[in-house]
C-alpha cells in the first residue's frame, strides 16, 4: 500500500543518502515521455520540500525540454537492499545553468564534475512511498567513469559548440544550451 506526505521524512533523506541510482521521468503535453536512469554523486536533498541534481552533457537533453515546457517531473528510488521501498518524488522542476544568477548558489551544494552542463532544481510537491517487495537484491559493482572520462578528455571549444548547438530536444522541443564547459574534479 502506498503512503503520501506532503515532504521528504527524516527517514525519506536516509534513504535517499545510501542509493546509488536513482530515476527521473518527464514529459511535455505531446511526444515522448522520458525516463532516465542517474548515477554518481549528483543528487541533494535541499529541504524536506526542495532537491536538485547534477546533470552531465549526454546524449538528448529531454528533462531540460520538458520542464521548460511543462515544469512536472517524477523522481524515483528503490532500495535493492533492506528494507524493501520504492520512493517516488512528484514536482515541479527547471533547469538552472551556468550563465543563470541562481548557478553559484545551487552549484555550491554540489563537487561539479567533467561535463557539467546544468542543475535541475525541484520543488517536491508529493512523496509516495511503496513497499517494493518485488524489487530485487542487487549490489553496486562500481561507477562507471566512462561518461565523466569522455568530458574530462573534450577540448572545451568543441564540448561547448557542441552543448550551444543542443537547442532542441528528440521531438523539437527548445532547451537553452549552457555557455561554458566545466572541468570539474
Known amino acids: 500500500m502506498a503512503d503520501f506526505t506532503e515532504a521528504l521524512t527524516e527517514k525519506h533523506i536516509a534513504l535517499i543518502a ?15 515521455i522520458n525516463l532516465s536512469p542517474k548515477g554518481y554523486d549528483a543528487f541533494r536533498v535541499l529541504s524536506p520540500t ?6 552531465l552533457g549526454g546524449s538528448g537533453n529531454e528533462t531540460h525540454a520538458h520542464l521548460a515546457a511543462d515544469g512536472r517531473i517524477t523522481v524515483m528510488f528503490c532500495n535493492f537492499q533492506q528494507p ?3 520512493l517516488r518524488l512528484y514536482g515541479r522542476g527547471k ?6 544568477a541562481e548557478w553559484e548558489a545551487l552549484a555550491a551544494h554540489f563537487t561539479l564534475m567533467p561535463g557539467t552542463r546544468q542543475i535541475f532544481d ?22 562507471r567513469e566512462t561518461l565523466k572520462k569522455a568530458h574530462r578528455l573534450s ?16 521531438d523539437g522541443l527548445p532547451t537553452r544550451p549552457t555557455d561554458r564547459y566545466i572541468a570539474g574534479e
Open 122 to 143: 525541484i520543488a517536491v510537491e508529493s512523496v509516495q512511498s511503496s513497499c517494493g517487495w518485488g524489487v530485487p537484491f542487487m549490489a553496486l559493482e562500481g561507477e
Open 84 to 86: 524493501a521501498l520504492i
Open 18 to 32: 545510501v542509493q546509488p541510482v536513482f530515476f527521473v521521468a518527464t514529459a511535455a503535453a505531446e511526444g515522448r
Open 155 to 170: 577540448d572545451p571549444a568543441q564540448w561547448e559548440a557542441k552543448m550551444a548547438a543542443r537547442t532542441r530536444s528528440i
Open 50 to 55: 526542495r532537491v536538485a541534481y547534477l546533470d
Open 95 to 100: 533547469a538552472v545553468l551556468p550563465q543563470d
